[in-house]
């Protein structure tokens, strides 16, 4: 039996997980919160592999701030970047398999054309950068090792997109959205489904690949898209980020091409807001 350690147990993506666990009676799962597991604290990451082998790592944990993060960039670092290099370094000692997520706010947006897993990063904001280099630890410390990228992640669990616009949506008549920014809105089931898919093939096309739904849109077609389909009344009005500032810089583009994990997986990727749909089904249920 495998046993998979998911760091990050509480938050989103990791709630997705768990929803699957009965799909995977062959695999024991240990979901570990920050109360369990702070993977900025070395001493702390030792401990919990000296009680348990794990096969694999699944890093969920992360500091996702974005705004705060350029006021308190310390404590970005601390979890991105040398939680991230705790982690490997202990996988390499264990020899467990690290499956580390990370964001599209690697590139800069001024891009034009989806992203590449080769394409230049140069972040704008400090969670960026914190991301990207807790990317780099992990390229340091470990030879086989999986980094996906991914972007605009919702569900039906956590603070996201997803349900602030409809908590938002109880009171206000009108929402104000951003629509100068571009990306593709990702539903973290499909990405937890994938993440799973790698671990049940014992993937060993390890390396850095980019996962998101398939299509594009900006926060305000994707706010548009929400109350479509839960039949709000809310009106929501297109803004410019220059009306909508922010701590952090948002990049204006962050679409992510996704050929090398579909080849790499067999998958076929569904669009943004077929996933929408499903997510938005999750959470009335």
Known sequence: MKTILVTGGNGQ?????????????????????????????????????AKKNFD??????AYTKVDLAESEPEKAFLIN???SKNLANI???????????????????AGKTPYLESSITNPI???????????????????????IRTSWLYSEYGKNFLRTMLRLSKNNKELKV????????TYAGDLAEVILKIIE?????????????KGQTTWYGFAK???QLTGGNTQVKPIDSEEYRTAAKRPQYSVLNCDKIEEAYKLEIPNWKTSLKKAITKLYE
């Open 13 to 49: 993506l990791a709630l997705c997980i768990k929803k699957l666990t009965a799909v995977y009676p062959e695999i024991s799962f240990i979901f570990a919160g920050h109360k369990e597991l702070d993977i900025s604290d070395p001493e702390k990451v030792k401990r919990v592999f």
């Open 91 to 109: 996988c390499k000692e264990n020899n467990t398999k690290l499956i580390h997520i990370s964001t599209d706010f690697v590139f800069d947006g």
């Open 225 to 227: 898209e929400i109350f």
């Open 125 to 147: 904001n400090i969670y960026g950068l914190s991301k990207l280099q807790g990317e780099l630890e992990i390229e340091k410390a470990l030879k086989e090792y999986y980094i």
């Open 56 to 61: 694999w790592c699944i890093n969920c944990a």
């Open 178 to 185: 951003v629509n100068d920014q571009n990306g593709s809105p």
């Open 81 to 83: 970047k040398e939680g």
């Open 201 to 213: 093939d014992d993937s060993e096309n390890y390396g850095l690949y980019n996962y998101s739904n």
